[in-house]
């Protein structure tokens, strides 16, 4: 067994244990358990765990505890599903902009421009669609915007690799 499938059965164990008796004060000693099986191995990649960083709760939402439990057994919290198009926005925008910049390649037959063009459009749509909170309160030009990116990013998903 490698030192990373010891590290999750060592993480998914005082997960369990803690679940069957969790209360606040419980969640604080679980909590400083797993920081200290995580010190040193400062990239969460590398521990097993899903992305969490698209949690919607504060520290002091009375939740919390449920959700870091949550956020420790499957990698993600309910909050993360209050809108999902805020949470699928924020995780793509990131990604999108540095697949701009080092992608070496385009779609057949079309140009760099072109397709530089087509993924700003792309990103300028999930930003607005995170505008303000996700408020959703856009001009009509910036409504336009953004049913051509989200157009253009259904017509050329499966381009989005290289």
Known sequence: MDNKTELKNEIKAIAYQN????V???????LDDFQTLC??????????????????????DDRESEFSLQRIARG?????TWSLTDTISNFIIPRLKI?????????????SQEWDNKIDKMIRAFELTVK???SRNWSESEDKEVDEGL?????????LWW
Request: proline letters at 5%; hydrophobic letters at 35%; aromatic letters at 12%.
């Open 19 to 22: 679940m069957e008796k969790c």
């Open 24 to 30: 606040a004060d419980d969640l604080t000693a679980m």
């Open 39 to 60: 010190e040193g191995n400062k990239d969460i990649k590398y521990l097993g765990i899903p992305n969490i960083s698209f949690s919607l709760t504060k520290e002091s």
């Open 76 to 80: 993600f919290d309910d909050s993360e």
């Open 99 to 111: 697949f701009r910049e080092i992608n070496p390649s385009t779609p057949c037959g079309m140009t």
């Open 132 to 134: 303000d909170k996700g």
């Open 151 to 159: 157009d253009l990013f259904r017509e050329w998903f499966m381009a």
